[in-house]
């Protein structure tokens, strides 16, 4: 089982990135897949998280508005496109396979990528 996530890097603040979290080793589309971060010194937070269909998606406070959680099953590959990127979302960014939408525990973690908002 693998989950690979990709695409962080130094943006300026106003700036976007897409990241991408590929997975292999599991039944991906059975998965509710969500994305998390941790900051420096901080607890590690859901960003969002969307269901194994793709119909349903949340986001934290934080970030509604500006983040769009997708997936594509046929590619095994979730997404997170975040817009109007602030300092204050710099973290390493980490996805996570649950079983469902109950389930408080992910099954399967990546090793996370880490996005910096700096000017």
């Known amino acids: 089982v693998q989950l690979v996530e990709s695409g962080g890097g130094l943006v300026q603040p106003g700036g976007s990135l897409r990241l991408s979290c590929a997975g292999s080793?599991?039944?991906?589309?059975?998965?509710?897949m969500n994305w998390y971060r941790q900051a420096p010194g901080k607890e590690r937070e859901r960003v969002a998280f969307?269901?194994?269909?793709?119909?349903?998606?949340e986001y934290a406070d934080s970030v509604k508005g500006r983040f769009t959680i997708s997936r594509d099953n046929a590619k095994n590959t979730v997404y997170l496109q975040m817009n109007s990127l602030k300092p204050e979302d710099t973290a390493v960014y980490f996805c996570?396979?649950?079983?469902?939408?109950?389930?408080?525990?992910?099954?399967?973690w990546g090793q996370g990528t880490q996005v910096a908002v700096s000017s």
């Open positions: 969307i269901t194994s269909t793709g119909r349903i998606k």
């Open positions: 080793g599991f039944t991906f589309s059975s998965y509710v």
């Open positions: 996570c396979a649950r079983r469902s939408t109950i389930s408080i525990n992910c099954d399967h």
